[in-house]
């Protein structure tokens, strides 16, 4: 199946991001540039990420996802090395009706994390049909290439 590329304003929506690693430090540092409010839920943090919590940019809850805790996001991101965490959130936002996205699994994505290129006013977003990570990273990164941009920090 293939997926409509729709372009949305995350202004003031709730993102909750479950997990604290690298997954987690990269789409989190691509989020901060659209106006969400972020939310990060995990006991640990990579030192990036903790930055963002100290900075303000972020607010970090120090524990494990629990069963409800889905109920106040808009969207959610599953990103733990834990599958059953990872499914268990996806579950959670099922049976509230939340838009999720789990990383590692893309049967279980109400739609893919793009690879992102951001300049001046312009936002592109590159996906393969969440399939192929590293066909999408290397097409995102021709698009930097060819418009001379290059990867922003975060980005």
């Known amino acids: 199946m293939n997926y409509f590329p729709m372009f949305v304003s995350l202004e003031g929506k709730r993102v909750l991001a479950v997990?604290?690693?690298?997954?987690?430090?990269r789409r989190v540092s691509v989020l901060l540039h659209f106006g969400c409010e972020l939310?990060?839920?995990?006991?640990?943090?990579t030192p990036a990420?903790?930055?963002?919590?100290?900075e303000g940019r972020l607010c970090w809850i120090d524990r494990r996802y629990r069963t409800g805790d889905c109920k106040t996001a808009d969207i959610v991101l599953a990103m733990t090395?834990?599958?059953?965490?990872?499914?268990?959130?996806?579950?959670d936002c099922k049976r509230e009706g939340v838009t999720v996205?789990?990383?590692?699994?893309?049967?279980?994505?109400?739609?893919?994390?793009?690879?992102?290129?951001?300049?001046?006013?312009?936002?592109?977003?590159?996906?393969?049909?969440?399939?192929?990570h590293r066909l999408a990273s290397?097409?995102?990164?021709?698009?930097?290439e060819e418009y001379g941009m290059k990867k922003e920090k975060g980005v």
Request: aromatic letters at 8%.
């Open 101 to 132: 996205n789990v990383a590692d699994r893309k049967e279980l994505c109400d739609f893919y994390f793009p690879g992102i290129v951001i300049a001046d006013e312009a936002v592109i977003g590159v996906i393969a049909n969440g399939g192929n």
């Open 19 to 25: 997990g604290g690693g690298r997954i987690a430090e």
């Open 49 to 54: 990420l903790a930055r963002f919590a100290e």
């Open 39 to 45: 939310t990060v839920l995990s006991p640990e943090l």
């Open 138 to 144: 290397e097409l995102t990164q021709k698009v930097r």
């Open 81 to 91: 090395m834990d599958e059953a965490v990872n499914r268990s959130v996806w579950e």
